[in-house]
Nanobody, 125 residues
Framework: QVQLVESGGGLVQAGGSLRLSCAAS????????MAWFRQAPGKEREFVAA????????DYADSVKGRFTISRDNAKNTVNLQMNNLKPEDTAVYYC??????????????????WGQGTQVTVSS
């Protein structure tokens, strides 16, 4: 079992920045690919970014490339998402997920074994 707890969400103006964190605990937490997904009201959950278990591989949705950076610290069992130049369309609940997969299928939420409870990000225009 792996437990995931997100933090760092909040309200920010367009053009601002936020840093989300996901704390992982449990056996072999460091062996999982970690990712961020988001879900806006009335929409399906969508892939945002992922980082491989070693931290050496990353992947991003086209909509966030150049603005968001995902990173992990396996010594601390944390995964971070630095979000810059935020836009109103980034408003959503952001979820941290863990999967054994890499690199195939990481953008599909059905392949994830564990999820956090989510953290709200609201970007005002």
């Amino acid at each position: 079992q792996v437990q995931l707890v997100e933090s760092g969400g909040g309200l920010v103006q367009a053009g601002g920045s936020l840093r989300l964190s996901c704390a992982a605990s449990g056996r072999s937490a460091g062996a999982y690919t970690m990712a961020w997904f988001r879900q806006a009201p009335g929409k399906e959950r969508e892939f945002v970014a992922a980082v491989s278990w070693s931290g050496g591989g990353t992947d991003y949705a086209d909509s966030v490339k150049g603005r968001f950076t995902i990173s992990r610290d396996n010594a601390k069992n944390t995964v971070n998402l630095q979000m810059n130049n935020l836009k109103p369309e980034d408003t959503a609940v952001y979820y941290c997920g863990a999967t054994r997969a890499w690199p195939l299928s990481i953008a599909r939420d059905s392949g994830y074994d564990y999820w956090g409870q989510g953290t709200q990000v609201t970007v005002s225009s």
